[in-house]
């Protein structure tokens, strides 16, 4: 059944409290001497800025399990990562020629700056990373890590044709490694590549990958076969995945991932369960927090809802939760709070950028519905050139509607929803757009069906545009017998 409710994963560790994750608090700075030798190799200089101050000191001898994860290719705990971080720096300022530990180092920056949205990590892992592909050479087979750990953080930073490269050289130099796979499947569908993710995906699966790893596998699948809208496998993988997890941290994100997949298909009950199993054996995790905001404010629990994505935001300052916290906001009229939130936006987009990280698909969408429509088309335009996967299709139409263009959006919402050359994701908010569009259009037929497409895949897929979507369906009335049956039979603009 599409609606189906899944059972959350047990805790692995339930004889253990849940832990709160937060970065290391320490400020260390790494300097290898010019002049000497070793410093030459590495070349020069590295610095390693002082972490957020919302970290925490490490679990003593918690660092051993972050390095068997960051080099399995699962999700570590933070102070887990942090104890790593630390590690591998003091290792290094003894042994500045150890490209594994480069490697490791420059990883593991990627994940912590990942889960806690601090772009600052970036450009420490870009340098770690690059100090050691200098050390070995790009070409040297044994340099793998380090050009994995550079598409880790291509992918970080939303620049998925980088992320492309720099994965297929480390598949390159080393087909059998696993965890490459996954990060370009990442970037084809970033690229919009989706038959290449599939046949990617096709490879991994046919890989001989031990248990350790085999759950990350199967969140991969997942992944995929949500993009092509096969819902039920998708769970499916994920409830294996989390059942057969090594570690909370591990089992906790693939719980969020279910819950994120309830959450798309409508089911606020069964999504909240999934979040809040995550929030058990993770509690620091930002995604599963914002998405509990989601699932209590379908819920009418507005209070609760307001919470969780404060505490969402004060682990992980993300635009988008930035977002969706405003528009929560506007939903129930307190557009002074929203406006904070929009302000807050700017803010992490800003600091984002000066990271690396290519935020115009979220600034798109938000300058689309609460600033510039026109401004939004500009940057999504250009977004498209760069890598025109599915979600920026539909941001580029509706960015392009709300500027007064609704015939050259329609085209975009129709690679958005295409179910077959396209991902064939099934998505509340695309099916939306495109119906309003149409609407725009005047072909009511399609955009009636299209609406409530919308709203059976999801009644609550959105605060602000759930209302729009069922007082636009409101106003388009019964259809008449005289409407066209099919989407593409076009009606004479009125």
Same mark, same amino acid.
């Given at each position: 059944?599409?609606?189906?409710? /899944?059972?959350?994963? *047990? /805790? +692995?560790?339930?004889e253990q409290p849940p832990r709160r994750s937060r970065r290391l608090r320490r400020a260390l700075i790494v300097s290898v001497a010019a002049?000497? @030798? !070793?410093? @030459? @190799?590495v070349g020069g200089v590295l610095m390693l800025l002082p972490s957020s101050?919302?970290?925490?000191?490490?679990?003593?001898? /918690?660092?051993?399990?972050a390095l068997t994860a960051v080099n399995a290719g699962v999700p570590a705990a933070l102070p887990d990562l942090a104890a790593l971080i630390g590690q591998q720096e003091r290792h290094l300022r003894r042994h500045p020629q150890d490209a594994p530990a480069w490697a490791v180092l420059g990883t593991s920056y990627v994940e912590q700056g990942r889960r806690t949205a601090d772009a600052a990590d970036f450009p420490r892992a870009e340098r770690a990373l690059r100090t050691s592909l200098r050390v070995l050479g790009e070409d040297n087979p044994q340099s793998a890590p380090a050009l994995g750990g550079m598409a880790a953080l291509a992918n970080a930073r939303r620049d998925f044709a980088e992320a492309k490269r720099w994965g297929e050289q480390a598949l390159d130099a080393?087909?059998?490694?696993?965890s490459t796979y996954p990060l370009l499947i990442d970037a084809y569908t970033g690229l919009g590549d989706y038959k290449a993710a599939r046949e990617t995906l096709e490879k991994l699966m046919g890989l001989k990958v031990d248990a350790a790893r085999r759950p990350a596998v199967m969140a991969q699948a997942a992944a995929v076969y949500r993009d092509r809208g096969w819902r039920e496998d998708a769970a499916a993988q994920l409830a294996d995945a989390s059942a057969a997890a090594r570690t909370p941290t591990e089992q906790a994100a693939y719980l969020e991932q279910a819950g994120q997949l309830a959450w798309e298909r409508g089911d606020r009950e069964d999504a909240l369960r999934h979040f809040e199993a995550a929030l058990r054996l993770d509690?620091?995790? !930002? !995604?599963? =927090?914002?998405?509990?905001?989601?699932? $209590?404010?379908? +819920?009418?629990? *507005? &209070?609760?809802?307001?919470?969780? #994505?404060q505490e969402a935001l004060a682990n992980q300052p993300s635009p988008q939760y930035a977002l969706e916290l405003g528009e929560l906001y506007e939903s129930l009229g307190q557009r002074p709070e929203a406006r904070v939130q929009y302000d807050l936006l700017r803010v992490r987009v800003a600091q984002d950028t000066a990271g690396g990280v290519d935020d115009e698909l979220v600034l798109?969408? $938000?300058?689309?519905?609460?600033?510039?429509? &026109?401004?939004?088309? &500009?940057? =999504?335009?250009?977004?498209?050139?760069?890598?025109?996967?599915?979600?920026?299709? %539909?941001? =580029?139409?509706?960015? =392009?509607?709300?500027a007064g263009d609704a015939e050259k959006a329609l085209e975009y919402a129709e690679i958005a929803t295409d179910k077959v050359n396209g991902g064939g994701v099934r998505s509340a908010l #695309?099916? $939306?757009h495109r119906g309003m569009i149409e609407r725009e259009l005047e072909l009511d037929g399609p955009a009636r069906r299209h609406l409530e497409e919308a709203l059976r895949i999801s009644p609550y897929f959105s605060p602000l545009q759930v209302p729009a979507a069922r007082a636009a369906l409101r106003e388009l009335g019964e259809p008449s017998t005289e409407e066209p049956l $099919? %989407?593409?039979?076009?009606?004479?603009r009125r």
């Open positions: 059944m599409e609606n189906e409710q /899944s059972r959350p994963g *047990t /805790s +692995l560790l339930a002049g000497v @030798a !070793a410093g @030459a @190799a101050p919302r970290a925490r000191p490490p679990v003593p001898g /918690s660092g051993p399990h080393e087909p059998e490694r696993w509690p620091g995790q !930002a !995604a599963a =927090l914002a998405g509990r905001g989601r699932a $209590f404010a379908a +819920l009418g629990r *507005t &209070q609760d809802a307001l919470n969780a #994505y798109g969408r $938000f300058e689309a519905d609460h600033g510039n429509p &026109q401004d939004a088309v &500009q940057r =999504l335009e250009a977004e498209w050139e760069r890598q025109p996967g599915i979600e920026v299709a %539909d941001a =580029l139409g509706w960015a =392009l509607n709300r #695309y099916a $939306f $099919f %989407d593409d039979a076009k009606a004479p």
